[in-house]
């Protein structure tokens, strides 16, 4: 698919059908991430969930933090959910641990971005998953269900699967984010 048709085509999408992508196509997505640009310095863990009963545990961990009154389904259903987890960074130098702690999550963005945009791709449909995240965070025994390395926190996740809904080619909103240029 043409760069420019996938950045367009690419949204949050909040219905999958239940059809479950194959290993090759998973691992495309996985492959996204590893090509994406990254400071080396910094240690990631990608925990690849197809465990139902796994994602049904974090979404009842951010059903309990969100304190809903009807169970919602967070995930939407989608049948993969790929988990960025990351070490920070706790050096002697507080200036560089900063440094390094804030470019963190410039990497999060960079690798979150690639498996999306790689999804789209493939024709699977993706969203960027944050409630789920934020849930897990303080739920230890969820982490461990998810493989996250000890001393890693969850940072960012994105679910994949295939839609039934056509996608929706975006138009360029330039009202989106104001933009300075200077010359």
Request: proline share 5%.
């Amino acid at each position: 698919m043409e760069f420019e048709k996938v950045l367009r085509n690419r949204a949050s999408v909040r219905k999958y059908n239940g059809r479950m992508p194959d290993d090759e196509t998973i691992q495309k997505v996985i492959d996204a991430a590893l090509l994406s640009p990254i400071v080396r310095w910094h240690k990631f863990h990608l925990s690849v969930v197809t465990d139902k009963e796994v994602i049904q545990l974090a979404e009842d961990a951010a059903n309990e933090y969100a304190k809903t009154k009807e169970p919602r389904k967070f995930m939407y259903g989608a049948p993969v959910w790929i988990i960025l987890s990351g070490e920070r960074h706790t050096d002697n130098d507080p200036v560089t641990e900063k440094m390094k702690n804030d470019n963190l999550f410039w990497n999060v963005g960079s690798i979150i971005e690639n498996m999306e945009l790689e999804a789209v791709s493939l024709g699977l449909a993706s969203c960027g998953m944050n409630a789920t995240i934020v849930a897990v965070r303080e739920k230890p025994e969820v982490k461990k269900a998810l493989e996250v390395p000890e001393g890693y926190d969850v940072l960012a996740s994105v679910l994949i699967g295939y839609t039934d809904d056509e996608p929706n080619e975006r138009q360029v909103n330039y009202g989106l984010i104001p933009v300075s240029y200077v010359k």
